[in-house]
């Protein structure tokens, strides 16, 4: 079932780093649009799995697309029968952000949020199809690109450069698992496999302090036993929540890639 919680709403940390990398590219003249589309769920909640499978299905179809996808499994559903292995009480925190960005009396699930802008239930095709299209047909004029520093299986150095100003905004940074599959023992999916797609292990978030371009550490958490297969990183206005830039790396195992996006 869809589950709205009156949570206490959580500030989201912000963490502040030193620039030290300069990246001598342009950003790109293409004024395309793009979505960031984040899905908050959870194993134990019922009316979940379609939002999953929803969003496989947009992955499928938007994989040449500026369309990026983070499934953030939270942790509130946990205490009620199943402990979601994705779960993380920073995406609760974060999914809390929205709702006192977006003025909301309350959190659930299945929740999508487009571009920091727009919430509605995640397993309503029709609305997050649209949004998605009307996102992508909405130029933009404010581009960021990444690229990959000097790695190790600890430290992930992100190169990046923007042409917006970055006063009031903040570099994020997800880790995620393309594909995993869980078989759920308990709860209200019990007896059910379910399958995932742009799964978040990590999320880090660096305040920019006015830096146009840089590079930010992000220390890889190995917790959890799983290699994250990609990396999306997004500009992200501190006060409102709307999301102006993207890109993403698709592989974190070459450390020459570099990507250029809107």
Same mark, same amino acid.
């Given at each position: ?29 293409? $004024? ?18 379609? #939002? ?21 499994? /939270? +942790?509130?559903? +946990? ?13 609760? #925190? ?10 909301? =009396? ?8 487009? @571009? ?35 790695? +190790? ?7 990046? @450069?923007?042409?917006?100003?970055? @006063? ?7 880790? /995620? ?33 006015? =830096? ?8 890889? +958490? ?19 929540? =709307? ?10 195992? $070459? ?8």
């Amino acid at each position: 079932m869809i589950r709205k919680i009156a949570l206490p709403l959580l500030l989201i940390s912000v963490i502040s780093i030193a620039f030290t990398a300069d990246l001598s590219t342009t950003p790109k003249s293409t $004024d395309t649009g793009f979505a960031v589309v984040e899905l908050f769920t959870s194993e134990g909640c019922s009316s979940c799995p379609s #939002a999953d499978a929803l969003l496989a299905e947009i992955e499928k179809e938007n994989s040449k697309k500026p369309v990026y996808l983070l499934a953030f499994h /939270v +942790d509130y559903w +946990d205490r009620l029968g199943w402990k979601d292995s994705f779960s993380s009480a920073k995406f609760s #925190a974060r999914q809390n952000q929205y709702a006192n960005w977006l003025n909301l =009396k309350t959190v659930y699930t299945p929740q999508a949020v487009v @571009n920091g802008s727009t919430e509605f239930i995640g397993s309503d095709e029709k609305i997050l199809r649209n949004c998605i299209n009307t996102m992508l047909a909405k130029p933009s004029t404010d581009h960021l690109e990444i690229s990959l520093g000097k790695t +190790d299986k600890h430290n992930l150095i992100l190169n990046y @450069n923007t042409n917006q100003q970055t @006063n009031g905004y903040m570099l994020a940074v997800a880790l /995620v698992t393309q594909k995993a599959s869980n078989k759920v023992l308990k709860g209200e999916n019990k007896g059910r496999t379910l399958s995932h797609v742009q799964i978040v292990r990590q999320f880090d978030t660096f305040q920019l302090q006015g =830096k146009t371009n840089g590079s930010v550490n992000v220390q890889v +958490d190995q917790s959890n036993g799983e290699i994250s297969s990609e990396l999306i990183a997004f500009l992200q206005n501190t006060k409102t929540g =709307k999301i102006t830039a993207a890109s993403k790396l698709n592989t974190l195992l $070459d450390s020459q890639l570099s990507n250029k996006s809107k």
